[in-house]
Every structure is written in structure tokens, then in C-alpha cells.
């Protein structure tokens, strides 16, 4: 097995065993353990007490980050006609249909999410295979099919992440990166944590939220207070 580095080590020796902290503390803390070259990004990890196996317990959506994440995603529009224009006006950064469709189909995946409008989802259908598995289908349940453009298209370049549980019932999702304030983590901490309370599914028995840690991409987990 690989021995950890001196810097992972280091960053170890910052937490303290057993200890849950508070919110407050945990984004002071998570940051003091970034201490790579680069601007590392910030993940939250949840245990939900799920069983996503059934689809009564899965739990999925997105929400807009009051703080943004700090990564600029690139966003493809499948659309013809007039939308062509207002996804090109909304800052959509590749824009077109069969064309595209042919391009992915290629091998092209150069984009971060894909935003469709209801009409074109049977040709988007076509590469469900392919986007399906890298969680990029355009999803009316995440605002990403849509006769709305600039919302959908404003929304993701605001920030918006996308959640859902995996096939243990954990949930990932990054909330940040290691230079924002350690405030402006915690709100947006917050905002996603309260939206997987009030998503929270009604066949879920017993503890919802079993563990909360956030850690920085090279950086030990940090435990979180729950509630």
C-alpha cells in the first residue's frame, strides 16, 4: 500500500480524532488541509440512510450554490431555430443539433453540461449510452430540458451542482475551492445540506443523514457535526 505524503500527513495531524466540528470550524479547518500547489476544490461527502435501489429512496436534483463553485463549466445547447440565437445570447458555449449529436458520437465530450429543449430530446436520445454513464443526459428533473434557455443556462455558469446519491446512498458534490473565504464555503455548505433535508424521501426510515465530512482534493476528510 502506498505510504501517504509528508503534506497528507501534516494535514492529518490537524484533525483531531473523534472530534465532530461545527460547520464553522470544519471550512476553517478543510482549508488549513489544502496545501497543494494548485486552487484544490472543496467536496462535501454525505451518508445518507437510503437504500437507492429503490426508487422511492433515491435522492437527486441540483441546486445554485449562493457562492458558485469557482469552476467555470462549459455548456452545450442541443437547439434549433430562434433557440439557437438565445442559447448563443445566454453564453452557451457550443450550440447546434444533428451536428453536435455526430460530433459526441465521434468521440468529442469537451463540454460540462448539456442543456436541451424538449424538442430535441428524441435525437438527444441517441446517445444515452454514451452521456448517460458520465452523468451529461440532459434531465428535466435538473432543469436541463428546457424551453427556457437563458435560466438553464444562466444557472449552471452561476453555479449550479447537481446531486445524487450513488449506489451506497452517499452523496458528493463540490462546494467550493480552497480560496474562497471560509464564510462563503459554509453558506454554500448549508444551502446543500438543507436541500437534502427537505428532499429527504418519505420511504427513508430511521436516520436520514448518517455522516457529514468535507475534504479538499488532496486533503484528509474532515467529520462534521450533523444538525
Known sequence: MAKAGKKYQDACKLIEAGKLYTPAEAMDLVK???????????????????????????VRGAIVLPNGTGKSKRVLVFAKGEKVKEAEAAGADFVGSDEIVQKIQGGWLDFDVAVATPDMMGTVGRLGKILGPRGLMPNPKLGTVTMDLTKAISEVKAGKVEYRTDKAGNVHVA????????????????????????VKPAAAKGQYIR?????????????????
Open 32 to 58: 488549513k488541509t489544502a496545501t497543494a500547489k494548485f486552487d484544490e476544490t472543496i467536496e462535501l461527502h454525505v451518508r445518507l440512510g437510503v437504500d437507492p435501489k429503490y426508487p422511492d429512496q433515491q
Open 175 to 198: 462546494i467550493g475551492k480552497a480560496s474562497f473565504d471560509a464564510e462563503k464555503l459554509q453558506q454554500n455548505f448549508q444551502a446543500l445540506i438543507d436541500t437534502l433535508i427537505r
Open 211 to 227: 455522516s457529514i465530512t468535507v475534504a479538499a482534493t488532496m486533503g484528509p476528510g474532515v467529520p462534521v457535526q450533523i444538525g
